[in-house]
């Protein structure tokens, strides 16, 4: 059975820090690119970030772009996301998805992407 299980969600006020992870069963995680995805309350999908399957390469939308970092551990099959300087406006539900690794359309839909992970939750509130 595929999985994508992420973790490291919560609250964090203006400015601090969160280290989201996102580990992967049943399939061969090494061979895949592979995205994070958020959704803010009310609103659409939007992507976030991507990196390609050795590693090697990596995209960030604008709105994230200096702030937050992907990168994974193939051997723990493992994605991260650090983020730093958080917004308010960062809050969202946080997904993890398997799909190609450049830089997408800001608004994206579920099917762009493979297999999906169940998300997990960040605020970002004073």
């Known amino acids: 059975e595929v999985q994508l299980v992420e973790s490291g969600g919560g609250l964090v006020q203006p400015g601090g820090s969160l280290r989201l992870s996102c580990v992967a069963s049943?399939?061969?995680?090494?061979?895949?690119?592979i995205n994070w995805v958020r959704q803010a309350p009310g609103k659409g999908l939007e992507w976030v970030s991507a990196?390609?399957?050795?590693?090697?390469?990596?995209y960030y939308a604008d709105s994230v772009k200096g702030r937050f970092t992907i990168s994974r551990d193939n051997a723990k099959n493992t994605l991260y996301l650090q983020m730093n300087s958080l917004k308010t406006e960062d809050t969202a539900v946080y997904y993890c998805?398997?799909?190609?690794?450049?830089?997408?359309?800001?608004?994206?839909?579920?099917?762009?992407?493979?297999?999906w992970g169940q998300g997990t939750q960040v605020t970002v509130s004073s």
């Open positions: 998805a398997t799909g190609g690794a450049y830089v997408h359309p800001p608004t994206v839909v579920a099917g762009d992407f493979g297999y």
């Open positions: 990196i390609n399957s050795r590693g090697g390469r990596t």
């Open positions: 049943g399939f061969t995680f090494s061979y895949y690119d």
